[in-house]
Nanobody, 123 residues
Framework: QLQLVESGGGLVQPGGSLRLSCRAS????????IGWFRQAPGKEREGVSC????????TYAESVKGRFTISRDNAKNTVYLQMNSLKPEDTAIYYC????????????????WGQGTQVTVSS
């Protein structure tokens, strides 16, 4: 059974950096895409970045372009989200998810989610 475990969240000052990790219990190559999402208090969940497993195509939300970088290590079944120049508005719970081909973010429908990791950007 697939399990996704996120880590790396925490409290950071504006302008700081964090690297989130999402480790899957089975081969991520089995899926069409893997993505990072976030949900801030009182707001809907939004896509942050995603990567198509087969093509390697990467997508970023406009709000994080130039600051966040998604990457993967297939051997470790792990996907990372490097977050630089963090802003208070990046504060949210960050989730990773894997999906098969569909119509959503990175052309995938995401059915399996991790438990989330809290990122707080504050001085």
């Amino acid at each position: 059974q697939l399990q996704l475990v996120e880590s790396g969240g925490g409290l950071v000052q504006p302008g700081g950096s964090l690297r989130l990790s999402c480790r899957a219990s089975i081969f991520i190559l089995n899926y069409y895409a893997i993505g990072w999402f976030r949900q801030a208090p009182g707001k809907e969940r939004e896509g942050v970045s995603c990567i198509s497993i087969s093509s390697g195509r990467i997508t970023y939300a406009e709000s994080v372009k130039g600051r966040f970088t998604i990457s993967r290590d297939n051997a470790k079944n792990t996907v990372y989200l490097q977050m630089n120049s963090l802003k208070p508005e990046d504060t949210a719970i960050y989730y990773c998810a894997v999906g098969n081909y569909g119509t959503g973010w990175c052309r995938a429908d995401y059915d399996d989610w991790g438990q989330g990791t809290q990122v707080t950007v504050s001085s």
